[in-house]
Nanobody, 123 residues
């Protein structure tokens, strides 16, 4: 089993950058594909980015491609989401997820979820 704890959220201005971290417990972290999802108020949880267990494969939502970068450090049991050129529409609670199926964009492929961290971008 994997426990995930997100951190790094906060209030920033449009155009700013922010890096989210997701720390995982358990020695099996390197065997899981990881992803970030986000949920804005009144909306469904949406895919943001995913990374394979090795870090060799990544996938992004069109809305963040070119602005966000997902990475991982298996030695530190941590996955990151570097967010640049933030926009007001990036405001949401960001969730980290872990799964063994693949680095997909589908929430049902992920078995473990963190509690989320709030990102608010003021325009």
């Amino acid at each position: 089993q994997v426990q995930l704890v997100e951190s790094g959220g906060g209030l920033v201005q449009a155009g700013d950058s922010l890096t989210l971290s997701c720390a995982a417990s358990g020695r099996a972290f390197s065997r899981y594909h990881m992803a970030w999802f986000r949920q804005a108020p009144g909306k469904e949880r949406d895919f943001v980015a995913a990374i394979s267990w090795s870090g060799g494969g990544t996938r992004y939502a069109d809305s963040v491609k070119g602005r966000f970068t997902i990475s991982r450090d298996n030695a530190k049991n941590t996955v990151y989401l570097q967010m640049n050129s933030l926009k007001a529409e990036d405001t949401a609670v960001y969730y980290c997820a872990a799964g063994g199926t693949g680095w997909t964009r589908y929430s049902y492929d992920y078995d473990y979820w963190g509690q989320g961290t709030q990102v608010t971008v003021s325009s």
